[in-house]
C-alpha cells in the first residue's frame, strides 16, 4: 500500500531532550515536506525537501532540524525541545512529475512538558 | 508571502441546506487544492484545481478556482452530517510544499 509512514504516533518528553519523529514514504516521491498544526493557525510548513540532499527552510523552522540522505526518509530532528514545540506534526510527500496533491501521514501529536 | 485565506472559519449548518466555503490565495498559483480533516486523523485530499475555471464535483461537494480572481470555492448542497469535518484549501503544491488557510470547521446539525 502507498503511504507515508510516521512514528511514533504520539510521544510525550521533557523539555530539552533531544527527538527525532520519523517519516518515510514507499512511493518513490521526490518532495517532502515538514506542517505542525495547532488550534486556530492551521497547517504551517517547518521544512521542506526537494530531492536527496536538498532541505530547505519554511514559514516556521526554528528549534527543528531535518535531513535527506536517502530519497525515502526525511525526519523531522527536534535537538531541544520546549513546551512550544507541543503540537501535531504531519509529513507529507509528492511526485515531481505529477500535479497531484502531496500525500499526509498519519501525524504525530508531541506534548513537551 | 504567500497568504491563503478561508472564510468564514467555522460554520454550522441544518442538514438539507446549502453553502459555500470560500478560498481567497495572494498569489498567482495555478495549483489549488482541498483537504478534509476529521478530528484526530490526517489530511484526506478531495479535489486538485490546477487551472483557470476548473470545476471538480464529489457527491454533494463540488470546487471550483477562478485564478483571475485568486478564489477557490468549495459548495456543500443538501448537506448530510456525515459531512461534518475541518476543511482545508492550500495553495502551491510545488515543491517548496503548501501553503494552507486555517481551516472551515464545519458542523450539520440534524
Known amino acids: 500500500e502507498a503511504q507515508v509512514t510516521q512514528n511514533p504516533r504520539y510521544l510525550i518528553t521533557v523539555t530539552g531532550k533531544k527527538l527525532t519523529v520519523t517519516c518515510s514514504q514507499n512511493?518513490?516521491?521526490?518532495?517532502m515536506s515538514w506542517y505542525r498544526q495547532d488550534p486556530g493557525l492551521g497547517l504551517r510548513q517547518i521544512y521542506y525537501?526537494?530531492?536527496?540532499?536538498?532541505?530547505d527552510k519554511g514559514d516556521v523552522p526554528e528549534g527543528y532540524k531535518v535531513s535527506r540522505k536517502e530519497k525515502r526518509n526525511f525526519p523531522l530532528i527536534l535537538e531541544s525541545p520546549s513546551p512550544n514545540q507541543t503540537s501535531l506534526y504531519f509529513c507529507?510527500?509528492?511526485?515531481?512529475?505529477?500535479?497531484?496533491?502531496?500525500?499526509f501521514g498519519s501525524g504525530t501529536r508531541l506534548t513537551v512538558v | 508571502e504567500l497568504k491563503v485565506e478561508q472564510n468564514p472559519l467555522f460554520l454550522s449548518m441544518q442538514e438539507g441546506k446549502n453553502y459555500t466555503i470560500y478560498c481567497n490565495y495572494s498569489?498567482?498559483?495555478?495549483?489549488l487544492y482541498w483537504y478534509r480533516q476529521d478530528p484526530g486523523k490526517s489530511l484526506e485530499s478531495l479535489f486538485v484545481?490546477?487551472?483557470?475555471?476548473a470545476v471538480k464535483q464529489e457527491g454533494r461537494l463540488m470546487a471550483s478556482l477562478d485564478t483571475k480572481a485568486r478564489l477557490s470555492t468549495l459548495h456543500i448542497t443538501a448537506a448530510v452530517h456525515d459531512l461534518s469535518a475541518t476543511y482545508f484549501c492550500?495553495?502551491?503544491?510545488?515543491?517548496?510544499?503548501?501553503?494552507f488557510g486555517k481551516g472551515t470547521h464545519l458542523i450539520i446539525q440534524p
Open positions: 507529507a510527500s509528492r511526485n515531481a512529475g505529477t500535479p497531484y496533491g502531496y500525500t
Open positions: 525537501s526537494m530531492n536527496v540532499e536538498v532541505t
Open positions: 498569489t498567482t498559483s495555478d495549483r
Open positions: 484545481l490546477l487551472s483557470n475555471g
Open positions: 512511493m518513490n516521491h521526490e518532495y
Open positions: 492550500a495553495s502551491g503544491g510545488g515543491a517548496d510544499g503548501l501553503t
